[in-house]
């Protein structure tokens, strides 16, 4: 499974960004991409989920009203559209498959990092008060 990330950058509180994530290596109509952001010295943040096979979404609260994940070419790539940065923001953002009918079941937490098993690099986005 290969996963790479663009579209990170420094940004001022209140502006844009917009990240992209591909993801490919795998056979399998049933899958989810997540997005989590890594602070210095913290542990994974979920920040934003797609199920791929039915579009549904799943948004952090931190996220809500603020962040929105879609998916474009085919289904095998996706964006995370940032809108009114905060400080808080910044961190590492890193997106991860979860593949397989599991997306589908009682176990499956989009936004928790112990439902995933591939991960990306990470693209960086730091955000200036």
């Known amino acids: 499974v290969q996963l790479v990330e663009s579209g990170g950058g420094l940004v001022q509180a209140g502006g844009s960004l917009k990240l992209s994530c591909t993801v490919s290596?795998?056979?399998?109509?049933?899958?989810?991409v997540g997005w989590f952001r890594q602070a210095p010295g913290k542990e994974y943040e979920g920040v934003a989920c797609?199920?791929?096979?039915?579009?549904?979404?799943f948004y952090a609260n931190s996220a809500k009203g603020r962040f929105t994940i879609s998916t474009y070419n085919a289904g095998n790539s996706g964006h995370l559209e940032k809108n009114n940065l905060k400080p808080e923001d910044t961190g590492s953002y890193l997106c991860?498959?979860?593949?397989?009918?599991?997306?589908?079941?009682?176990?499956?937490?989009?936004?928790?990092?112990?439902?995933?098993?591939?991960w990306g690099q990470g693209t960086q986005v730091a955000v200036s008060s």
């Open positions: 991860a498959p979860v593949i397989g009918s599991q997306v589908f079941g009682d176990q499956f937490r989009p936004l928790s990092a112990i439902s995933y098993k591939f």
């Open positions: 290596g795998f056979d399998s109509d049933d899958y989810a």
């Open positions: 797609i199920r791929f096979t039915d579009g549904n979404t």
